[in-house]
């Protein structure tokens, strides 16, 4: 684990060079209870979590290839969707937030990040006004896309907006059965983005579009969260083997897309945007 880590945290976009990342091994990974809709799928199967730490491993190499600080929370076995660090906190700009987490399963994960930043001595705040998952949180530049959904509640985007006058923080309606922002949009640069278009109502859909090209993904490749990808920079992306219309798609495009198989750990319904909390991205 890495423990010379600088107080310091941000990030303004969300294709920036990743330089450094809170990561959380799956070690208790489990489906206890479904939060979600592809956990309704893999309830009686269950987690492999011996092959789930495996491909979280080989996500962690694949990261250090490409020059990122990975830093691993501890893993607790209260809490079997620890894997998922993006919900527990966001960074925009220069602020680090930590979430209010909305499933009960799930509260608690929050201290062990606070715990880690205090020893680090890295500043945090808290939202306090209502729920909010970082799954549903998009920065780019000086606007903050915010995921409408049932785990982030209009009272934290109105916080947000508060702490931060500078920026626009615009809300995204996100239907309860795609969980969070992320597992159906994903900017992949200034002028670009990944979009299952069926989830968004029409006049997000237009707004979306007046913005970004909108490089759509169908509606299987979604279920096996296409969108959520990881941009690590200098238009190289970590996807899935498993999708290969969007891969073909981001290539055809000029991105390198690096291919790491984590068919394990998306069953719980969460891929490698949900399994990452960049503290730092760098200069594009």
Known sequence: MITDIQPSATCWSEYAPLRRVLLCPPQFMRIDEVINHVQTRYIEDGIDTQLALEQHQELIATLQRYHVDVILLEPDRDYPDQVFTRDIGFTIGN?????????????????????????????????????????????????????????????????????????EVLPLSVPVKYLHLDCILNILSPTEALIFPSAFEEEDLQRLASRYELIEVDETEQFTLGTNILSIGNRTILSLPVNPRVNEALRQRGYTVVEVDLSEIIKSGGSFRCSTLPLIRGEE
């Open 95 to 167: 602020h680090l937030f930590v979430s209010q987490m909305e499933e009960s399963i799930r509260k608690g994960e929050e201290q062990i990040l606070t715990r880690w930043l205090t020893d680090q001595q890295i500043p945090y705040q808290f939202i306090r006004s209502g729920s909010i998952e970082g799954g549903d949180v998009m920065i780019d530049r000086d606007t903050v896309w915010i995921g409408d959904s049932g785990r982030t509640s209009r009272r934290a985007m109105a916080e947000i907006q508060q702490e931060l006058p500078h920026m």
